[in-house]
């Protein structure tokens, strides 16, 4: 049956000599992949393969058929032609970590609505928002992601607890039995994250780099330790790199 939908493009790899096999996590599916027939050849759908890249945003019209691994797709277009993200190489470096974690932690084939339209927005966002606001999109989206998935914290920063725990997953009394190195001050500059509600209020959260990625390891380890098969972040060394 064929469906219209929404999609984010999380990875295509080549297929034969015009194909690609692409990842995408829709609206309404979930996480999918679909074989993309002749779209690295010249002719009708020249060039259509530049809108298979990793995050861009697409409307789909898909068939889908419970029965097959690979479905098909049979119109793809932009439902939002980047301004920036992909000239800008911290903005694309974002982009490509959110892509990556996405892989990491959805479950395939499993509608997840509401963190559709946050990931969707996500990607918007990074688009247009500022310098100043990008620098704290990784935790940010981090976090989130961990909140849908039910990987959440529990617990808030205060002055009775001030700590981290990796093996609760909570603010803390005491220090954890573990010791990572994330300090009072980043627990503190983390809750300030968290309770961001709207993105273009990142801009107003000014922490430096070397918090942003002692909180981002934290969290990707923390993770690590309550999921399955979460793997190393390829880009996270890239996105350490330029990121200031």
């Known amino acids: 049956m064929l469906y219209q939908t929404k999609g984010i493009v999380l990875r295509s790899v080549k297929y034969g000599e015009s194909s690609l096999i692409t990842t995408m996590f829709t609206h309404q599916f979930g996480v999918q992949g679909y074989l993309v027939q002749g779209v ?5 759908k020249a060039g259509k393969a530049g809108l298979l890249q990793p995050s861009v945003l697409l409307d789909l019209a898909a068939f889908q058929s419970p029965q097959i691994s690979l479905q098909r797709l049979r119109e793809f277009h932009p439902a939002h032609i980047y301004r920036s993200i992909q000239e800008d190489i911290v ?4 982009a490509l970590f959110s892509v990556e974690l996405l892989l990491r932690l959805l479950p395939e084939q499993a509608p997840l609505p509401e963190l ?10 990074l688009d247009l928002l500022g310098p100043l606001a990008v620098a704290n999109f990784p935790i940010f989206f981090i976090t989130k992601i961990g909140n849908y998935l039910g990987y959440s914290l529990s617990g808030n920063y205060s002055t009775e607890t001030p700590h981290l725990n990796l093996i609760e997953g909570s603010f803390t009394t005491h220090l954890p039995p573990i010791p990572i190195e ?3 001050t980043d627990a503190r500059a983390l809750q300030s994250i968290l309770e961001v509600e709207k993105m273009e209020l990142l801009a107003q959260i000014h ?3 070397d918090v942003r990625f002692r909180l981002l390891d934290w969290y990707i380890l923390f993770l690590q330790q309550h999921t399955q098969h979460f793997s190393p972040i390829k880009s996270l060394p890239v996105l350490r790199a330029i990121l200031h």
């Open 182 to 184: 994330v300090r009072d």
């Open 116 to 125: 559709f339209n946050f990931c969707f927005s996500y990607f918007l966002q």
């Open 207 to 209: 922490i430096g780099s």
């Open 91 to 94: 903005k694309n470096s974002v």
């Open 40 to 44: 690295r050849k010249s002719g009708s």
